[in-house]
């Protein structure tokens, strides 16, 4: 991989970390303004040893490293930078078997984003997704059964995967919907502690880390570069917790372009993961490409606002 394929890497990497975590800055942002500053200046500087190094530096080099036993733990960080022919031999028989359960729950975020939760509608098909939610079990059901099916006549293991993937989807959907009562429960219950609502942003970063985590192997296999990426975007979310989310709320289509790259990651590890060959640059290129251009719808519908508020003279 050539610096110029490096840099777009982890450019598209920082880019998509920080717009997928989104809500987790606006939840950090409600519940930090409730703390004191000693307390908000720790989440602030250790947090970000916490939520960089340890989560989003360990939890890819865990994955790669469970997907492929037999790099051993060490290799599994620095076979980017190994020569040795059995290495790349090896990360080549698991490599499907880490996207296609990743894909799985990339692909399911997005249809359960797409059918039940609440939004801005960016797209005016999202109108009629919004009013056909009882469908996602089902189209979710479809589509696992099927991926199973074609990933049978390949790999058992890859089959496997794939339910690994859908299961982690549902584990960590539970966290985020307990997150979401334990942030209302907080803002009712004034007595709680500094350091209660300190671990529950801990545990919070790292449940909505997993997104941007497994997300980041759409882009490049390199631990080291979605360390560098993820963390980067990782920091910037930490500052614009305190000093911008509320100019990130202004933009409210955001979120819609972080859900369509979701949604295109996961086909591109879905894809991968069944033999078809997909440049290292798409994954970039399309997710800069999608969230600029929910960016720009953004921005017209601020000016558009704008004008209609501006009072009309004769």
Not at 161 to 168: L, P
């Amino acid at each position: 991989m050539d610096i110029f394929s490096i840099i777009l890497v982890v450019v598209g990497l920082c880019v998509f970390e920080v717009v997928s975590s989104f809500d987790n800055a606006v939840v950090n942002a409600d519940v930090l303004a409730t703390m004191s500053p000693k307390w908000r200046k720790w989440f602030l500087i250790w947090g970000i040893f916490l939520g960089v190094f340890l989560v989003r530096g360990l939890l890819p080099w865990l994955i790669v490293w469970m997907a492929n036993p037999t790099l051993g733990f060490w290799n599994s960080l620095t076979f980017t930078f190994s020569n040795d022919p059995q290495v790349a031999e090896s990360l080549e028989v698991s490599k499907p078997i880490l996207l296609i359960g990743g894909g799985m729950f990339l692909v399911f975020l997005f249809f359960h984003w797409l059918f039940l939760e609440e939004k801005n509608f960016g797209l005016s098909v999202e109108h009629f997704f919004n009013k056909q939610g009882v469908w996602f079990f089902a189209i979710s059901s479809l589509i696992l059964s099927v991926t199973i099916w074609y990933a049978l006549k390949i790999n058992p293991m890859m089959a496997f995967a794939a339910s690994i993937g859908s299961s982690a989807f549902f584990i960590v959907h539970g966290f985020k919907e307990y997150a979401a009562r334990a942030e209302l429960e907080m803002k009712n219950n004034r007595n709680l502690s500094d350091i209660s609502k300190l671990v529950y942003l801990e545990i919070l970063d790292a449940t909505f880390s997993i997104d941007g985590v497994i997300g980041a192997f759409a882009f490049t296999m390199s631990v080291p570069l979605i360390l560098l990426g993820n963390g980067l975007g990782a920091i910037v979310v930490r500052e614009l917790t305190i000093k911008g989310v509320d100019k990130i709320r202004g933009y409210p289509y955001l979120k819609n372009g972080a859900m369509y790259s979701i949604f295109f990651l996961g086909a591109i590890m879905l894809a991968e993961s069944f033999g078809v060959h997909i440049p290292h640059y798409v994954a970039p290129i399309i997710t800069l490409t999608v969230i600029g251009l929910f960016l720009w719808k953004s921005i017209r519908c601020n000016r558009s606002n704008l004008n209609n508020s501006q009072p009309q003279h004769p």
